[in-house]
């Protein structure tokens, strides 16, 4: 199947420094990147729709300034998380449409990011 | 809007007992239906999925079957091992003004006991 990648799998950070999360479609180009955030043992909070080439849209709730994305190819999205507090601690998970009727959808592996 | 509605858990099972995880959903259109997996300390796997009605997907002895006249798809395995103990999401794909918008229930995690 398709490969989403993620990067890196694990960042720890200090407070008020900034951490940026690469996701890269490996196999496909993805136009449509999706950024989650997941506490533990919750489900899954859909942060922002990433387009490529275009701003994303991000859900309510959720501040653009803190969390930046960007989609400047068809392979990749990143998230930044700028000026990182403790309680930005959390598993981001980014995924990916494929297919003609965008029926299946791909995950990365996921980054766990810890600001200390 | 879409919507995904899973049963809560946790299930506990004890091994080699039969499976059932349920899942209804509501969405305009046709969506596509999915279950993923997630094991402890890592991301989300496709489990297996289901593009139209009627249609059954499985893999690694799950099973599910796409029912549009009740609008569910219900996780089942005839017989558990303790290596299934994850947390699975339900999740469809529909069409919302021309995009594909993925929709996740809230997740059912499963323990299963040697």
């Known amino acids: 199947g398709a490969v989403v990648s993620q990067h890196p799998s694990w960042v720890i950070c200090k407070s008020g420094t900034s951490v940026k999360i690469e996701c890269r479609s490996l196999d496909f180009q993805a136009t449509t990147m999706f950024w989650y955030r997941q506490f533990p043992k919750q489900s899954l909070m859909l942060m922002a729709t990433s387009n490529e080439g275009s701003k994303a849209t991000y859900e309510q709730g959720v501040e653009k300034d803190k969390f930046l994305i960007n989609h400047a190819s068809l392979t990749l999205s990143t998230l930044t998380v700028t000026s990182a507090h403790p309680e930005d601690s959390s598993f981001y998970i980014c995924?990916?449409?494929?297919?003609?009727?965008?029926?299946?959808?791909?995950f990365g592996e996921g980054s766990w990011l810890t600001v200390v | 809007g879409n919507s995904v509605t899973q049963m809560e858990g946790p299930v506990t099972l004890s091994e080699e007992a039969f499976l059932t995880i349920n899942c209804t959903y509501t969405?305009?259109?046709?969506?596509?239906l999915f279950w993923y997996v997630q094991y402890p300390g890592e991301g989300l796997q496709l489990l297996l999925k289901?593009?139209?009605?009627?249609d059954k997907g499985s893999n690694k002895g799950f099973e599910a079957t796409y029912r549009k006249e009740t609008t569910s798809f219900h996780l089942e395995k005839g017989s558990v091992q303790v290596s299934d103990s994850a947390v699975y999401f339900c999740a469809l794909s529909a069409s919302s003004g021309g995009s594909y918008i993925p929709t996740f229930g809230r997740g059912t995690s499963l323990i299963v006991h040697p």
């Open positions: 289901a593009t139209k009605a009627d």
């Open positions: 995924s990916a449409l494929v297919g003609a009727a965008g029926n299946t959808i791909y």
């Open positions: 969405a305009t259109g046709y969506p596509s």
